[in-house]
């Protein structure tokens, strides 16, 4: 069954005293996994009643790996833009294309973008067009 409403059961779990703080943390990171992310406010105070001030790192580092810890629309605009593929041809076992396919087919064709791809988006002087490097 869907949970309803996930913070009504992850606060017994939280303030429960025979839990270790390992176990909290990964019911805090369950809760935002689930929610596609959190307000800080929220946030600050799931780690201040848990009392994992110290450990508060292990959970707020996940935004390096493209975790959207902390909800907002400036995360979502860094989203890179799926392209069309309704027309190709698709196996019976793998009709889902990854995202890496699209970013290295934007890198082959040198359509990243400065911002955030600055080490890839400069292509080389000798570079043709025809194709990786």
């Given at each position: 069954?869907?949970?309803?409403?996930?913070?009504?059961?992850?606060?017994?779990?939280?303030?429960?005293k025979s839990h270790e703080s390992y176990d909290k943390i990964r019911?805090?990171?369950?809760?935002?996994?689930?929610?596609?992310g959190t307000t800080q406010e929220n946030l600050d105070k799931l780690?201040?009643?848990?009392?994992?001030?110290?450990?508060?790192?292990?959970?707020?580092?996940?935004?390096?790996?493209?975790?959207?810890?902390?909800?907002?629309?400036?995360?979502?605009?860094?989203?890179?833009?799926?392209?069309?593929?309704?027309?190709?041809?698709?196996?019976?076992?793998?009709?889902?294309?990854?995202?890496?396919?699209?970013?290295?087919?934007?890198?082959?064709?040198?359509?990243?973008?400065?911002?955030?791809?600055?080490?890839?988006?400069?292509?080389?002087?000798?570079?043709?067009?025809?194709?990786?490097?």
């Amino acid at each position: 069954q869907k949970v309803k409403d996930s913070m009504r059961v992850l606060l017994p779990v939280l303030l429960n005293k025979s839990h270790e703080s390992y176990d909290k943390i990964r019911a805090i990171l369950l809760y935002i996994f689930s929610t596609n992310g959190t307000t800080q406010e929220n946030l600050d105070k799931l780690i201040q009643n848990v009392q994992i001030e110290s450990d508060s790192d292990m959970i707020r580092n996940w935004k390096y790996l493209d975790v959207p810890v902390i909800s907002s629309s400036a995360a979502q605009q860094h989203k890179h833009p799926r392209r069309d593929r309704s027309s190709e041809e698709t196996f019976q076992l793998s009709r889902w294309t990854p995202v890496i396919k699209d970013v290295m087919e934007d890198a082959i064709e040198n359509k990243l973008h400065s911002k955030d791809w600055p080490y890839c988006s400069q292509c080389p002087p000798t570079w043709n067009g025809s194709g990786a490097v």
